[in-house]
């Protein structure tokens, strides 16, 4: 059995979670170590084949810093594992402690050990610094895997770049999730303000999505306000919509956090007639679970890849939001499911290369 290093965003976010999750299914035959918080223990608790290393306990920050201090430690933990895999979404956004986040993706490397980035998109950026400093690094990988093509773009020169869909379009949905009693409208709620270019928008937004909700509500749904990351505060933002909307008809909504279990918000959303996505995997699981999708953008990366998915349906974008009708939104649930058999089989070239490794 061969053993995997492997990295993710471990800060309980849904969609980051669905590439564990899926990365782990897809090779039963492979064990993977993850150094995550101690609830990881627990989301993960049926996954025999994944190993959580709590790195919230005071023996590993310890040990964490013993690492990074002492190169032969590293070269010698190396000698445990396969492979190095790093997969997620947007994992190089320039921020202003970006040199000291390049040591620490340098430091994930281990001496004579193939690493695989998966999933990705890169940027936004705005130092060329940056861009460079990556380049380099990135020549050293075994391979690299974008989930959009202006990333690819940006590094296609290199032997090693390739582009597929999204991790999460291979997905496999259950078939047997159990038929919901009433019409409901599935609404992904971030945070605006936690990102930097939407500071100031909470409040609009806050008050738009409930206007869309009491609407849908008025048409005889229930509404299902989803939170997929605590740690970017988006139960917050569900807790200021639910006060924006009437009293009189809160008894018609439903917040949920999501919190270790991957499983549920997955059984919402398929029980939703139709989902309003501010999150980019509520978007892609819309179309996956073949849904009406109203996307509420908050980067590049979503109109990134609604583009490359021909997606040509309305959406908005979070600055934008005020000039959202709750009807336009409305109507939007009589659209037909987007074709998406093609991206689905393309998304299967994520693990291509790791996928050959792992099979020798």
């Not at 093509?149 to 991790?167: G, H, M, W, Y």
């Amino acid at each position: 059995m061969k053993n995997v290093r492997l990295y993710a965003y471990a800060f309980s976010n849904f969609g980051d979670d669905l590439f564990i999750k899926i990365i782990c299914e897809r090779y039963p035959h492979v064990q993977f170590t993850l150094y995550a918080p101690r609830s990881y223990k627990k989301t993960f608790a049926q996954m025999t084949n994944l190993t959580v290393i709590a790195n919230d306990s005071l023996f590993r920050r310890v040990s964490n810093l013993i690492s990074r201090k002492w190169s032969l430690w590293r070269g010698l933990s190396g000698k445990r594992y396969d492979a190095v895999v790093y997969i997620g979404g947007s994992l190089f956004i320039q921020s202003a402690n970006w040199k000291q986040e390049l040591e620490k993706l340098k430091a994930m490397q281990l001496k004579d050990t193939p690493f695989y980035l998966l999933g990705a998109n890169f940027g936004p950026y705005t130092d060329i610094e940056f861009y460079l400093q990556h380049r380099k690094l990135f020549e050293s990988y075994a391979d690299i895997c974008f989930r959009d093509t202006p990333s690819f773009e940006l590094f296609k020169e290199l032997p090693n770049v390739r582009i597929a869909p999204d991790v999460v379009f291979t997905l496999q949905i259950p078939q047997n999730v159990q038929a919901a009693n009433r019409k409901s409208v599935a609404i992904s709620a971030i945070k605006p303000s936690i990102r930097k270019h939407l500071i100031g928008l909470d409040d609009t937004y806050y008050k738009k999505i409930s206007e869309i909700a009491a609407y849908f509500i008025r048409q005889d749904y229930h509404v299902q306000l989803l939170a997929f990351c605590a740690y970017e505060e988006d139960h917050e933002a569900t807790k200021k919509i639910n006060s924006y909307i009437p009293v009189s008809m809160t008894n018609k909504v439903t917040a949920h956090l999501y919190e270790e279990d991957p499983e549920k918000m997955l059984q919402l959303l398929s029980q939703a007639d139709m989902i309003v996505a501010s999150r980019f995997h509520a978007m892609v699981l819309g179309w996956l679970l073949q849904k009406p999708v109203f996307p509420i953008t908050y980067s590049q990366k979503m109109i990134h890849v609604m583009q490359d998915v021909g997606f040509e349906a309305s959406y908005s974008t979070v600055d934008q939001i005020e000039r959202v009708t709750p009807e336009s939104v409305f109507r939007m649930k009589d659209q037909a499911p987007l074709a998406i058999l093609a991206q689905i089989k393309h998304a299967e070239k994520q693990f291509e290369k790791l996928d050959i490794f792992l099979q020798d």
